[in-house]
């Protein structure tokens, strides 16, 4: 187990939002509630061999929240080597977001923000030095979230889902491995 915190408890709401959840490497055992979550929240559906074959390249960014046992979010990504959204670093190791989701009635309570820690402090264990990831414009929520943690729009990706809906790619520097490798 990675983690486990309640949601929310310094708040005067406590009583209606408080969450325990635990934050958890995934593992093969948890695919189908990981499939299940992303089918439910996403119409960006993949196949069992997609889910397995990130698993398998990049097992620390593929995390997984659980409350009372049952798997009610996800956070999957990749590691690539690319040219920087911001900054003119040149060629360099880049973490990217492929998919996050919470189920409905467990979002708004913090999980969606500590999955997305959790995978952009092991992205810094990779040695990426940023954190990059696709949205739909008109995904507030989830805009909301990335903005919260300091990702910034980098860009517009035009007509970038099957639907043509355009995509923000947003970005974020991650902290130099091993210079203060604790996410902010
Ligand atoms: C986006 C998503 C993962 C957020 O998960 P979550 O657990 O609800 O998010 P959190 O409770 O950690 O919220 C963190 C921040 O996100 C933003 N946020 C989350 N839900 C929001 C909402 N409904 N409206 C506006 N902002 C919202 C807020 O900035 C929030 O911080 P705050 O509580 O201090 O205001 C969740 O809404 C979800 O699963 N959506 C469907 C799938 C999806 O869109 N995935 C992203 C694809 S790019």
Redesign the pocket.
Known sequence: MLVERKGRENEWLTMVLEVNYKLKRFKPSDLEGVIRINRE??PENYTTLFFMNLYKRFPETFIVAEVNGEIV?YVMCRIETGIPSFKLLGITKRGHVIS???LPNH???????ALMREATQAMVNYKAKECY?E?RES????V??YK?LGFEIARTARNYYADREDAFVMARQLPLYGVNNKYP
């Open positions: 929240c996403l979010g996050i989701a919470v979002q708004q309570k913090g999980i969606g923000y990831l949205v995904n507030l929520p989830a909301g979230l919260k």
